[in-house]
């Protein structure tokens, strides 16, 4: 018996619908900084919290996870007026380019403590209430398990949310990065259905 063509394309879709990554539901666009200027992988940017229902916070820095010895964790402080530390954006496996919203990037402070391997952004779980963004590789975060996914920027409200992106039985799904209050500021972390938070929502201010 042959398919008829309207039977073709319904299994078509459906296949696609959930086969298809969550980070291809939108067409990427070009990220923008606060003055409407594209981002660049060659620039240091300061995060700047926009207005809304969320308590209210300056910019990201690193700090102490619990008993660690290093600052390897990333907050949000607590102090409006702190500008935090500068970040740097490029898209994953690539040194140029334009950064694009739903597009897997590289995302490390331009600030490296002494005592990280690295300053390129990674989750952590541990037993912490929910997974968390931290600094560096398996190495800076012993007995730690560090999630395999990507980071991404994608459009929120007027301005930008983080998300990550995770292969879970073999379906991508994407979480986006809330807070939770710790000891020094809010901790980023990857939101689920069981957080009451919003999706920490950003502009991007360039300091060059």
Request: glycine fraction near 10%.
């Amino acid at each position: 018996m042959k398919s008829t063509p309207s039977l073709t394309l319904s299994f078509f879709l459906l296949f696609t619908s959930n086969f298809l990554p969550s980070a291809f539901s939108r067409v990427p666009e070009k990220v923008l900084d606060s003055n409407g200027l594209p981002l660049s992988p060659s620039v240091e940017y300061y995060l700047s919290q926009l207005n809304g229902h969320s308590p209210q916070g300056g910019g990201v820095e690193l700090d102490f996870d619990g008993n660690s010895t290093c600052q390897v964790a990333v907050l949000q402080s607590y102090d409006k007026v702190f500008r935090g530390q500068g970040l740097r954006f490029s898209t994953e496996g690539r040194s140029s380019g334009a950064i694009l919203t739903d597009t897997p990037l590289e995302i490390k402070f331009d600030y490296q403590p002494y005592c990280a391997s690295s300053s390129k952004w990674v989750v952590v779980g541990d037993d912490f209430p929910a997974k968390w963004v931290g600094i560096g590789d398996g190495a800076d975060h012993a007995g730690k398990k560090i999630l395999s996914g990507k980071f991404m920027i994608k459009k929120h409200g007027e301005g930008y949310k983080f998300a990550f992106c995770s292969k879970i039985n073999n379906h991508n799904t994407c979480f986006s990065i809330g807070r939770i209050d710790d000891h020094k500021g809010r901790r980023l972390v990857l939101m689920d259905h069981s957080h009451t938070n919003v999706p920490f929502s950003f502009a991007l201010i360039n300091i060059g």
